[in-house]
């Protein structure tokens, strides 16, 4: 099955910093990518929809100058919390659309981000 | 967007078929009905999804209603590596791909 790479697995960081999370379609191209937020013993919350070459589209509360979506091609999105504080601690999933939206969506491992 | 029901937890025994249930009553008439899981710590995998007919893979079979407003995921012969939360989930028009809280299956030995 088509193949998604999200990197890094696990990241620590200081309060204040920024941390940027890769996701990758390794054989297919992807032209629309999601992304996800995961809290412990909860489900997943998605956080907005990345389509190549425009702008991504944020889900009601969560903060775009916060959370920069970048799809700048068809195999490659990324995701940056900027002045990451510990309250955005979580798992954090990508997925990419492979074909129309009505295909199956493919997931990466998840990055799991701790603000410290 | 059609919301899916779906139990907070089920066991079952090593070897025996699983039979996870889902309820999407307000499903339209193009929705797809998908099934994933995930395993503890992992991004969710794909398992299967259909439209009106019964589906088979590899890994499970779907079998929904007439009405498609309910459907069962069955894993045949369940094993331990199959314990993970599953997700049922009906796949709208606007593509998003919206998660509930899912079933833990725990296969127990």
């Known amino acids: 099955g088509a193949v998604v790479s999200q990197h890094p697995s696990w990241v620590i960081c200081k309060s204040g910093t920024s941390v940027k999370i890769e996701c990758r379609s390794l054989d297919f191209q992807a032209t629309t990518m999601f992304w996800y937020r995961q809290f412990p013993k909860q489900s997943l919350m998605l956080m907005a929809t990345s389509n190549e070459g425009s702008k991504a589209t944020y889900e009601q509360g969560v903060e775009k100058d916060k959370f920069l979506i970048n799809h700048a091609s068809l195999t490659l999105s990324t995701l940056t919390v900027t002045s990451a504080h510990p309250e955005d601690s979580s798992f954090y999933i990508c997925?990419?659309?492979?074909?129309?939206?009505?295909?199956?969506?493919?997931f990466g491992s998840g990055t799991q981000l701790s603000v410290l | 967007d059609a919301k899916t029901t779906q139990p907070t937890s089920m066991d079952c025994a090593e070897g025996r078929a699983a039979n996870l249930p889902c309820n999407h009553s307000?499903?339209?008439?193009?929705?797809?009905v998908y099934w994933y899981r995930q395993i503890h710590s992992q991004g969710p995998q794909y398992i299967i999804h259909g439209l009106k007919n019964n589906e088979t893979n590899e890994m499970a079979s779907l079998i929904i209603t007439e009405d498609r407003k309910s459907s069962t995921l069955i894993l045949p012969h369940a094993t331990l590596r199959d314990t993970a939360v599953y997700y049922c989930?009906?796949?709208?028009?606007?593509?998003?791909?919206?998660f509930g809280q899912g079933t833990t299956l725990q296969v127990k030995p």
């Open positions: 307000t499903i339209s008439g193009n929705e797809y």
């Open positions: 997925s990419a659309s492979q074909g129309t939206p009505w295909e199956k969506l493919f």
């Open positions: 989930i009906v796949f709208p028009n606007t593509g998003k791909l919206i």
